[in-house]
Nanobody
Framework: QVQLVESGGGLVQAGASLRLSCAVSGRTLSSCNMGWFRQAPGKEREFVAA????????YYADSVKGRFTISRDGAKNTVYLQMNALKPEDTAVYYC??????????????????WGQGTQVTVSS
């Protein structure tokens, strides 16, 4: 059974940094593409970042490009989202997701097979 557990969310001021973690069990990172999504109240879940199964390709939403970095630690089977220069509009529940097909790197939520429970990130102005 594949499980994803996010951690690292919290309440910070604008301009601060946070690092989210997503611990994966039941499947190795080299066998799936990984993504981060977020959902703010009253809004649809949106793509934030993705990392290919090989770890060699990363993709970002325009709204976070240059501020967020997705990475992974194979030994820990954990994916990270480093978030710098946070803005109030980054406030959302952040979800980690895994795509087992490894056929391209999806940036659409419905193409991911496994999801974590989410972690809240709140950025105050």
């Amino acid at each position: 059974q594949v499980q994803l557990v996010e951690s690292g969310g919290g309440l910070v001021q604008a301009g601060a940094s946070l690092r989210l973690s997503c611990a994966v069990s039941g499947r190795t990172l080299s066998s799936c593409n990984m993504g981060w999504f977020r959902q703010a109240p009253g809004k649809e879940r949106e793509f934030v970042a993705a990392l290919s199964w090989s770890g060699s390709r990363s993709y970002y939403a325009d709204s976070v490009k240059g501020r967020f970095t997705i990475s992974r630690d194979g030994a820990k089977n954990t994916v990270y989202l480093q978030m710098n220069a946070l803005k109030p509009e980054d406030t959302a529940v952040y979800y980690c997701a895994a795509d087992r097909t490894i056929n391209g790197v999806p940036m659409i939520a419905r193409e991911y097979d496994y999801w974590g429970q989410g972690t809240q990130v709140t950025v105050s102005s």
